[in-house]
């Protein structure tokens, strides 16, 4: 059944500027406190506001969408896993930490989107690393795994929500200390990268570099450097020297050369890294990173300093 709200969404297709007066006054206060309160600023509250608005322009132009619940529920939904998804991105800890609040707003994209829509998948996603931080990773990983099945289901397996999804599936398997698995979910997902972004792609360098430091910690350092390596040669092609990336995956070729215990090898590497951030961020920047490269300098040349 059509819920009265349905007026914003003809509003935005019929592009009434009184309608849209009244979701900036009526409906942005509340997205700008639920970004405020983690981790954003003014200005990306109005960006998400905007690109949500746009997001749902497009949805009802193209599908007929019919809202069948208040609008600002629907608003609020969109918007708070929209910025949460960002968050993620830049691996950013917020505080929406209760996992009753959060499953609440979970039910009401289940409600809103029904189970077996990647909304909900998203919401399944994301209480699972809530479980997964409170050490319930039973819990998490039976909501991980109903998510991917959510997502291959609609999208397939070569996609990118089902790849950053098997990332996160593979960490709980590491912090349940089920090394095996984890490995096994790390190697499928880097395949579905390559095949998504293609073997020149920055992106997919990335991904490489994020894997192989990741696998370090399953002590598979042969591996990590078979990863790392190409990643390091990929985004020197692609994107240069002078980057934070580039930074990284000299780190992670030089963790795999410390820690088979030839420091020898892995002094260069940590040095030249440390040189870039220096460069990109200043000598301030620069003294947080300097303990490992130190350590790793006293263990080559020892009585230097």
Known sequence: MQHPDQKYFNGLLNNDLTVQEE????FSGKIKWMVLKNKGTETVAADIFQEVLLSIYHRAKIKNFTLTCPFDAFLYVVCRNKWLKELRKRKTWVTITDTMEYNSVSEIRKKIFGEEHPEYAESLHYMSGICGTKGEYKKALQMIKQALAIQKKYYGEENTEYANSLFDLAILYLQNHDYDSSMQIFEKEIK???KILGE??????LHLY???DMIIYLWQYKKAFTWCTPALALTKQTLGEQNLQYAYCLEGVGSYYYNIGEYEKALPYYKQSLTIKENLYGKDYSDNCFNLTSTCYHLYTPGQV
């Open 23 to 26: 979701l900036y006054k009526k």
């Open 192 to 194: 579905i990268w390559k």
């Open 200 to 205: 020149q792609n920055s992106r997919y360098a």
């Open 210 to 212: 994020f894997i192989s």
